[in-house]
T-cell receptor, first 115, second 114 residues
């Protein structure tokens, strides 16, 4: 079984709809991240969480919110989806050491299309 | 702020050709450097990493050396295979209190033809 899972894998929605993307991990990691990938822009950090009570904005948090329901679960919400939020979304996890060398483990991604 | 710049793709090579994908970075501290690979339809996975100057990361025939003097971390492979076709991302991780956050380059698509 995959260590980091994301649901749904694909979603098509309409402008103005509320959307939730879910991420679960079985690696026992404290740190979780949400990124979006756009062609030619690489991955950009939306939100990150270093433990259940710690939530931080990333580079592009406007229009998004998150919830860390448990150590293993980190959800991303789009309160009112707009077409420029069409992208590939990735969840990732890493260990809780204080160094910068921890590998991040990525889920398979959710392809979101906002019409 | 910190940033990563990669050579633009797509890069198309014949099987057994030599590969170089350039990556340069800007950072205020002493970051760790990473190469991640994304195969079609999959998430990213770590290919290799280096944590200090002159370190060489290597995996699956790929290598990259952390060059502080040129702020570079170029990815190389001596003989590519069709199965290496993927998107490659260079990334850095800061070492401050928020250690662990990754900053990615824009990605370089590699296509290897038989």
């Amino acid at each position: 079984d995959a260590d980091v899972t994301q649901t749904p894998r694909n979603r098509i929605t309409k402008t103005g709809k509320r959307i939730m993307l879910e991420c679960s991990q079985t690696k026992g990691h404290d740190r979780m991240y949400w990124y979006r990938q756009d062609p030619g822009l690489g991955l950009r950090l939306i939100y990150y969480s270093f433990d259940v009570k710690d939530i931080n904005k990333g580079e592009i948090s406007d229009g998004y919110s998150v919830s860390r329901q448990a150590q293993a679960k980190f959800s991303l919400s789009l309160e009112s989806a707009i077409p420029n939020q069409t992208a590939l979304y990735f969840c990732a996890t890493s260990g809780s050491s204080q160094t910068s060398t921890d590998t991040q483990y990525f889920g398979p991604g959710t392809r979101l299309t906002v019409l | 702020g910190d940033s990563v710049t990669q050579m633009e793709g797509p890069v198309t090579l014949s099987e057994e050709a030599f590969l170089t994908i350039n990556c340069t970075y800007t950072a205020t501290g002493y970051p760790s450097l990473f190469w991640y690979v994304q195969y079609p339809g999959e998430g990213l996975q770590l290919l290799l990493k280096a944590t200090k100057a002159d370190d060489k990361g290597s995996n699956k025939g790929f290598e990259a050396t952390y060059r502080k003097e040129t702020t570079s971390f170029h990815l190389e492979k001596g003989s590519v295979q069709v199965s290496d076709s993927a998107v490659y991302f260079c990334a850095l991780s800061d070492r401050g209190n928020q250690g662990g956050k990754l900053i990615f380059g824009q990605g370089t698509e590699l296509s290897v033809k038989p």
